[in-house]
């Protein structure tokens, strides 16, 4: 940033315009790395409020706050589309924020039970989440509208979140932490596992070493949804922002690893763009 008194000069990459992509903590990249892959020209700032991570343990009326202040903010910043890249947010706020912000289209993230229920053949599916998503309305109406004719294996696994945001894609402690968490799942013979939470597709080639469940991804689903609430006009500037409430270099570090981005341009969340 310049001088005390200078007046931040906005970034024409993100003047008219962007995708905001919301997450906790990590976990939306996945998301991200599809949109950036299908969408190359649509400008994205990912927020990641990892002052507050992880969600999935606090009620929703604790959770709540803190999307809500994010969204405002990015609304604020010029965001056209918010995409909540976290189950936890979605399970949280999806509707409230719909209310609050008539104006600005949000593409929530529900457990991808329908996918799951339509190509499960034993009968039986796993649903790997956080608990505030298993409590949570969205999750009880998908479960009731697709999934009321096979068992459905509810199963809040935090600890695969913090490993995620740790980094800790491999090693023993990962492999410890993911054989306990899917033993019930393959125990009750889960043929499909939903990865109900955003930063679980980072764990994927490990969870593969200890299931033969197929895994069931929602990234492609909600680039489709996003792709078509693009408003006209957005900037075809292709620019990409990270912004954290947490530490921005941390961060850095971490988008580096996780998506292999040699130098991401990140900043603190209230920061200047
Ligand atoms: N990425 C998250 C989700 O999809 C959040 C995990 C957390 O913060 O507990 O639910």
Do not use: D, K, R
């Given at each position: 940033m310049s001088g005390a008194s200078a007046k931040p000069v906005p970034d024409p990459g993100f003047a008219d315009g962007f995708v905001a992509v919301f997450d906790?903590?990590?976990?939306?990249l996945t998301i991200l790395r599809e949109l950036d892959a299908s969408l190359p020209h649509v400008p994205l700032v990912y927020y990641a409020d990892q002052s507050h991570m992880?969600?999935?343990?606090?009620p929703a009326e604790v959770i709540h706050p803190w999307v809500e202040s994010a969204a405002r903010d990015l609304i604020e910043r010029g965001a056209k589309v918010i995409v909540l890249a976290c189950h936890s947010a979605s399970a949280a706020s999806l509707y409230r924020l719909r209310d609050t912000f008539p104006d600005t289209p949000f593409v929530g993230l529900e457990p991808a039970v329908k996918p799951a229920a339509e190509a499960t053949h034993s009968g039986v599916i796993g649903v790997l989440s956080t608990q505030v998503t298993a409590d949570g309305e969205l999750y009880k109406r998908v479960v009731v509208q697709y999934a009321s004719h096979i068992r459905v294996v509810t199963l809040p696994a935090p600890e695969l979140v913090l490993l995620v945001e740790r980094g800790q894609l491999d090693g023993p402690e990962a492999h410890d932490a993911v054989a306990r968490a899917l033993e019930p799942l393959n125990e009750a013979g889960a043929d499909q596992i939903v990865?109900?939470?955003?930063?679980f597709p980072f764990l994927e080639p490990i969870l593969r070493q200890h299931t033969m469940a197929a895994l069931i991804d929602p990234a492609q689903g909600v680039v489709r949804q996003t792709a078509r609430l693009l408003p006209p006009?957005?900037?075809?500037?292709g620019k990409r922002l990270y912004l954290t409430s947490g530490d921005p270099l941390r961060l850095q570090g971490m988008i580096q690893q996780?998506?292999?981005?040699?130098s991401p341009q990140v900043l603190a969340a209230d920061a200047d763009f």
């Open positions: 906790s903590g990590v976990g939306g992880p969600y999935g343990p606090h990865l109900a939470c955003t930063h006009g957005l900037p075809a500037s996780l998506l292999g981005v040699p």
